[in-house]
């Protein structure tokens, strides 16, 4: 039987992403390897055994950044589905940082093997002739920084085609 969302328990998020924000700039990753290789994407990656997801994104920022971030604030799970099936998910984390941080993270910048980081200004990274932007990620940043922890958003696809990004407002169960 195909695990899809109506069917089966949901697969539990096994990643986390974050975005570093400083007024109306993000700290981006243009990704140097799969997934989204070659787009532009928040950091994060895969939890450890025992980890929790606040531990886990902390820790990847540390390794793909340099900056030490634990201000880092949940807005929730973002969940792929792929041809009606359920690929799990990653949770969502944002931090603030000041203009002196800003100021002091000379970019661009390739500090580790993940790829070039540099901060782009939420205008530039939401301009609908942007595609360079990972799709599910520009659809998300438009409403994630003021997003509550309970917070989901569902990408659907078919194929490696996004299809849909929705938000579900998990305290009365619609989706916008």
């Known amino acids: 039987m195909t695990r ?3 069917t089966q328990a949901l697969i539990p998020p096994k990643y986390t992403l974050g975005f570093v924000k400083c007024g109306e700039s993000v700290l981006f990753l243009n990704r140097e390897k799969a997934p989204w290789m070659g787009r532009w994407n928040g950091v994060g990656g895969k939890l450890d055994q025992g980890e929790s997801a606040h531990d886990c994104i902390v820790r990847e920022t540390k390794e793909e950044t ?3 971030l634990p201000q880092y604030k949940p807005h929730g799970v973002l969940r792929w589905v792929r041809d009606g099936q359920d690929l ?3 949770y969502l984390f944002t931090a603030e940082v000041s203009e002196e941080v800003m100021a002091s993270y000379k970019t661009p910048i390739s500090y580790c093997h993940e790829g070039i980081l540099d901060w782009k200004t939420l205008e ?3 301009h609908p002739e942007n595609t360079g932007v990972v799709d ?3 659809i998300i940043l ?3 920084f003021s997003a509550p922890p309970s917070s989901t958003w569902i990408a659907t696809y078919e194929g490696h085609k996004l299809t849909s990004c929705e938000y579900v407002d998990t305290a009365s169960s619609t989706t916008k």
Do not use: A, D, F, H
């Open 4 to 6: 899809t969302l109506e």
């Open 88 to 90: 799990g998910g990653v």
């Open 136 to 138: 599910n990620v520009k």
């Open 124 to 126: 530039w990274l939401l």
């Open 142 to 144: 438009k409403s994630l």
């Open 66 to 68: 340099g900056l030490e």
